[in-house]
């Protein structure tokens, strides 16, 4: 990219049309989106922990204790299986089920498809940017490129692709 072409569009590696970055609203939609499927497996994993934890000897009527390295324990695996379907959604053809019906995509700023590094990476800093009240994804409203800092950080961009054309 060159300081002095803004929204430096990339080119669709299948057709050779440039496309645009993806506006912040869209973003922000699809993680609205890809909180369910997120949420389901977030269940999935409470209630596998709650089994063990109860026949690992506690009550049915027990539950795991606040702040203790148990919750902990389940906490770090919910933000792992979060970032196992984010960054396998994103290898997989660069979209998680949220971005689809927004038509955005995720692609190195090079050209070639992220590495695994790469996505854990932009996954990493992603979290780091919500946990700072979403401070690194309102960035791309004032950065040139529309940018994120995950973005910045892991060498990517999301795309936001045309309609095909019938």
Same mark, same amino acid.
């Given at each position: ?82 970032? /196992?379907? &984010? +960054? %396998? @959604?994103?290898?997989? *053809? $660069? ?28 996954? /990493?800093? &992603? +979290? %780091? @940017?919500?946990?700072? *009240? $979403? ?32």
């Amino acid at each position: 990219m060159t300081q002095d072409a803004p929204h430096d569009p990339i080119p669709h590696a299948a057709s050779g049309q440039a496309l645009p970055g993806a506006h912040i609203g869209k973003r922000l939609l699809a993680m609205l989106y890809d909180l369910f499927p997120v949420l389901s497996l977030w269940f999935l994993l409470g209630f596998l922990f709650a089994l063990g934890y109860m026949l690992g000897g506690h009550g049915a009527r027990e539950n795991i204790q606040p702040w203790s390295l148990l919750q902990w324990l389940l906490w770090l695996c919910c933000w792992a299986i979060t970032g /196992a379907y &984010a +960054t %396998l @959604s994103w290898r997989r *053809g $660069g979209q998680t089920l949220g971005m689809r019906p927004w038509r955005l995509r995720v692609v190195a700023a090079d050209g070639p498809a992220p590495s695994w590094p790469t996505l854990w990476r932009r996954y /990493a800093v &992603a +979290t %780091l @940017s919500v946990a700072a *009240g $979403g401070l690194g994804f309102w960035w791309a409203w004032f950065d040139r490129d529309r940018l994120t800092w995950h973005d910045r950080a892991a060498g990517t961009r999301m795309v936001h692709e045309r309609k095909p054309k019938r």
